[in-house]
């Protein structure tokens, strides 16, 4: 059984979801946050007014960011020593794939990944919808939503607390495609 997991969430600075702004990462070992790490991040593109009234975050604020070419060598290691995690973790692993992509990376063609709110769906399946929101709200996890290192955190905890609640992640294990941006069908 896995454990060492890396939430993550990434904002992004327009509809193209091709770039981050900001970047939050959260390990999680042995049952607990043992790590948290949030920058911002220079998409070294346009915003749309959307995005910046979503996440609060500018071009100015953005370009005293890293980009993440720049990130990555930090990255890779905390990426590379667990299994990704993320809320509707199909978006965060599809930003991941075009960034590395479009700054030339290569990491490597494959990751597994899980995401808690089809883990919310099957823990707490009462509940209106499967909102990262809705999961906090309903758990008493503090969120300052749309932020990366609050989402983040957020999700670490739900992660934990599905856990507590004897979930088996086998079930919501996924392999993602990095070259192709998609999730890799399962085998039946």
């Not at 900001?22 to 948290?36: N, Q, Y």
């Not at 890779?76 to 990376?105: T, W």
């Not at 990262?132 to 503090?142: H, K, M, Q, S, V």
Request: proline residues 5%; aromatic residues 8%.
């Amino acid at each position: 059984m896995q454990k060492r997991y890396i939430t993550f969430d990434v904002e992004t600075p327009n509809s193209a979801n091709d770039r981050m702004s900001a970047i939050g990462v959260t390990v999680v070992e042995d049952g607990c946050v043992v790590k948290e790490f949030a920058t911002l991040v220079n998409p070294e593109v346009h915003f749309n007014s959307f995005n910046i009234q979503l996440t609060g975050i500018t071009p100015a604020m953005a370009a005293e960011g890293p980009t993440f070419g720049e990130l990555w060598p930090s990255l890779e290691p905390v990426f590379s020593s667990g299994l990704l995690v993320a809320h509707n973790a199909q978006f965060d692993m599809s930003v991941l794939a075009k960034c590395l992509r479009d700054y030339g990376i290569h990491w490597r063609h494959q990751t597994d990944y899980a995401c808690t709110c089809q883990m919310g769906k099957r823990c707490y399946p009462n509940l209106p919808n499967h909102r990262l929101n809705t999961l906090c709200d309903y758990l008493g996890i503090r969120l300052d939503h749309h932020q990366a290192a609050s989402d983040s955190r957020a999700c670490a905890h739900i992660l934990l607390s599905c856990m507590e609640e004897g979930l088996d992640l086998t079930p919501f294990r996924r392999t993602y495609d990095l070259i192709h941006a998609r999730t890799v069908p399962m085998k039946r």
